[in-house]
């Protein structure tokens, strides 16, 4: 069970205070754990696998899971175009892992007909830690989240080229312990997307921190 947040996101409008209805892409991945924290702070959730789950949303995650497997359903299923057009016209995203990987313009090692969504402009290496042997967990800062805060890192990806409408939000430190390494944390627009998984940690500030924001947008 998650923690209680140290606040419920609750937005108000002239009938009073209404929670904001967040989709989660859930073909593949770990779409269950962010659905858990995104309601135990309040938001209403959606699982997002057709064109019609797009209709009425606040905001959407996509999870880490295998990019090229979300990639190959969200074609399947006729999410992948909708999806593309929803983003473009305004609708937030938090992208985790290998949402990463598919809202990326580039991937430096795309698998044989891998696609993206290209609609962050980045460029992007996928598993660039290695395999899920590999994994390991440590501490980063996000501007704009927090200091300190514990990041999952999964058979994870980083970012190795950003556009120039790109914001960098967080690194993983150098030896020294200075935020100086790999790009793990970037935000363009109303995308802000990870290297690592937030929701396999019990601190939920990177979620409350965006559900905040998108009482903003």
């Keep these: 069970m998650w923690p209680t947040s140290r606040h ?22 770990g779409f269950a754990e962010h659905i858990e924290v995104l309601e135990s702070l309040g938001a209403t959730t959606r699982r997002v696998r057709r064109e019609a789950d797009l209709d009425g949303l606040d905001g959407i995650v996509l999870p880490g899971g295998e990019s090229t497997v979300i990639d190959k359903l969200m074609r399947s299923f006729g999410l992948a175009d909708p999806l593309r057009e929803a983003v473009s016209d305004g609708l937030p995203v938090l992208a985790t892992c290998a949402g990463l990987v598919v809202v990326a313009k580039e991937l430096e090692d795309a698998a044989k007909d891998q696609q993206t969504l290209g609609l962050l402009d980045v460029t992007v290496r996928r598993n660039a830690f290695g395999s899920q042997l590999d994994s390991f967990e440590g ?79």
Excluded at 8 to 29: D, K, T, Y
């Design 139 to 217: 501490q980063l800062d996000i501007d704009g989240v927090g200091e300190k805060i514990p990041a999952t890192f999964i058979r994870a990806p980083i970012v190795t080229r950003t556009g120039p409408e790109v914001k960098i939000i967080s690194r993983l430190p150098d030896e020294a312990g200075e935020a100086s390494g790999a790009i793990v944390g970037v935000r363009q627009g109303t995308i802000t997307a990870l290297s690592f998984h937030p929701e396999e940690t019990s601190d939920d500030r990177v979620h409350s921190r965006w559900l905040d924001e998108l009482s903003a947008v």
């Design 8 to 29: 419920h996101i609750v937005w108000r409008n002239g009938a009073g205070e209404v929670a904001p209805i967040i989709g989660v892409v859930a073909l593949q991945g």
